[in-house]
């Protein structure tokens, strides 16, 4: 009988889904992905969650129990420590199966992975194979799989390059990318920018008003490097370091009109990168910046009439 494996819509299924995903249709299991977000999903991770926790967390939860109620035999939810030499995901990645198992009742088995390839790569190596021999044992088809994730993995980020968003290739919906008169850089984190829910679509709108829109996914790696080592000392945790080191080439490049920061309530990381930012975009003083935090009451009617005055008077400024 095919395993159905479930992987929730939420966190990093916004960076890496389509690699997940290869992996375990080259094993053999069926992948089932929890529905896009609605308010059902995301009052059922409010409630499952501790108040402190951000909102990407509490959705994830959200996203967890509706899997479990698809009635799926595993969900994947590997712990995530470092995906990179140097650098760490926030703490929160690193708990995140025990947040999962001890907040959401009744999950089917978890496959709980550790992916930590600073400091353990040979291990990480070591337990995907082990992973994958619960599938199938065969070692050709362990090689497979993993050949086949990396395959994945790879097109998917050659494609973001393009300019697409994360959203526009796992919807289907490439082809929305145009080049727009403004050019408006979006930075914040994947999963909160695609998720078109608690985004209230943000970067469809922006799109609607005419702009042309930037995010980091779309940047080469050299470039985000490069705008990160700009820094007196470069920050620890990937995420950061990317937001960090794109706003940087963006600024410096000097191609962009305006910036719209996007934060998570509740994010420590965010709270400081997020200010660094703004600090440093006020001092080059080439490009607004629109800071917008985010939570689950956010109301769309406010981010609405903020995007709308900010790309207006983007246009004013771009026509003096
Ligand atoms: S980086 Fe921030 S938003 Fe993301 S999981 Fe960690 S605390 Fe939450």
Redesign the pocket.
């Known amino acids: 009988m095919t395993v159905k494996v479930g992987i929730p819509r939420a966190?990093l299924y916004y960076h890496y889904y389509p690699g997940w995903e290869a992996f375990f249709r080259s094993l053999g299991a069926e992948v089932v992905l929890s529905d896009e977000t609605t308010k059902k999903i995301v009052d059922s991770g409010v409630r499952l969650a501790v108040d402190e926790?951000?909102?990407?967390?509490k959705l994830y939860l959200g996203h967890l129990a509706n899997l479990r109620d698809k009635g799926v035999d595993c969900i994947f939810a590997p712990r995530v420590v470092s995906v990179e030499r140097k650098k760490y995901?926030?703490?929160?990645?690193l708990g995140l199966p025990e947040i999962a198992r001890f907040g959401v009742p009744d999950l089917p088995r978890l496959l709980d992975v550790e992916i930590n390839v600073h400091q353990q790569y040979q291990k990480t190596r070591r337990d995907l194979k082990k992973l994958a021999a619960g599938f199938d044992r065969r070692p050709w088809v362990i090689a497979r799989a993993l050949r086949a994730a990396k395959l994945a993995q790879d097109e998917y980020e050659a494609t973001l390059r393009l300019g697409h968003t994360p959203h526009d290739v796992l919807s289907g919906t490439e082809n929305t990318y145009q080049e727009g008169k403004l050019r408006v850089a979006v930075l914040g984190?994947a999963?909160?920018l695609n998720d078109k829910f608690i985004s209230m679509d943000l970067l469809s709108k922006l799109r609607e008003f005419g702009a042309e829109v930037v995010t980091a996914e779309m940047l080469r790696p050299q470039d985000i490097k490069r705008g990160a080592g700009l820094l007196e000392k470069e920050i620890f945790?990937t995420?950061?370091k990317e937001l960090m080191g794109a706003a940087f080439h963006l600024l410096e490049e000097g191609k962009i009109d305006g910036v719209v920061l996007v934060a998570?309530f509740?994010?420590?990381?965010?709270s400081l990168v997020c200010e660094l930012v703004e600090r440093m975009y006020k001092r080059g003083k080439n490009a607004p910046v629109l800071m917008l935090t985010l939570d689950e009451h956010t109301g769309e009617a406010g981010v609405v009439t903020r995007l709308e005055a900010f790309i207006d008077m983007l246009r004013w400024r771009k026509a003096v």
């Open positions: 966190l926790a951000c909102l990407p967390v995901l926030c703490p929160k990645f984190h999963y909160n945790w995420f950061g998570s509740g994010c420590g990381p965010d």
